[in-house]
């Protein structure tokens, strides 16, 4: 789907993100179910092979005609999402899905502060406050649901949320001005990783084939649930998201991420909340969403006020002579 000048509806954007939010929660309960230290580089090998096999079939038309820059970006924003996804499950495997879901979601204060350090030009601090009210609600979660010392796989899962704030930001820094194909870069994403960690796969534990052959029926349907919904889905929802709005918008949106792992580890799980995770609940959704509509009244006046300025002349537009 080639970028143009025409921006979908913001509820339609909006829903979508929540969708992959809620999706993206379910994953750490899914992943915690399959992988062990010796597992972790095989079942992403799997995960993200069933991925290439469902999107080559539908972009092999498109990737023919898809140029080198597009490529290019395809391949180093997958190399990116392979180091997200190996510190993410390695540290599934090191800690509870519910640990696991609440320190992904620093990623909504890291994006906009990475964003705002390439481009020079910070957000509004009403935005910070609106994060920090959202990881105040992260640390109660926390706290609702007995959160221990840290472990290294929290570690693991803190710096696979910094590497997911570079990601986010490289996406909309390398693609946003391009007419890519988000299909495009989505396929070529996917294939980079399974491609990376099929071949890494004997060198880091139990090969693929290996795994592959003692997997139980349910555990292929937690795979081809992961490949599928919370792979193919939500990554092209993210990548066209991220093309047609900002980094900031996007990753607090999905910010809600840990309020969703919480609920399946709860009725799923069996983890229990509190009532201070009832209030970090409460306060990640409002944190989010109160920093969503600052984020977007901010990246409106600055689309506005260049408009209303004359080419080369710093004065209002009714102001300057008409060609």
Known sequence: MPASGTTPRTGLVDVLLLAVAVVWGSTYLAAKDLVGTRTVIAILGLRFLITAVIMVPICVRRLRRASRREVGTGLLLGVILAGIMTFET????????????????????????????????????????????AVVGVALLATGSSLRAPSLGDLLVLVAAAVRAVHVTAMHRLSAKQRFDSLNLTCLQLSVCAVVFCAASPFAGDSVTTVAARLSPAQWGDLVYLAAICTVFAFFVQMWAVRTTSPSRVSLLLGTEPVWALAVGVTLGGDRIGYAG?????????????????????????????????????????????A
């Open 90 to 133: 390695f540290g599934i495997a090191g800690t509870s899905a519910t640990n696991a879901g609440l320190i992904i979601s620093l990623t909504i204060v890291m994006t906009p502060i990475l964003e705002n350090l390439v481009s020079r030009s910070w957000l509004p601090p009403s935005f910070f406050v609106a994060a920090v009210v």
């Open 278 to 322: 009832v209030i970090g609940a409460a306060l990640i959704v409002g944190g989010t969403n109160w920093g969503r509509r600052i984020e977007r009244a901010h990246r409106e006046r600055d689309t506005v006020r260049p408009a209303q300025e004359a080419p080369g002349r710093g004065v209002p537009a009714e102001h300057s002579e008409r």
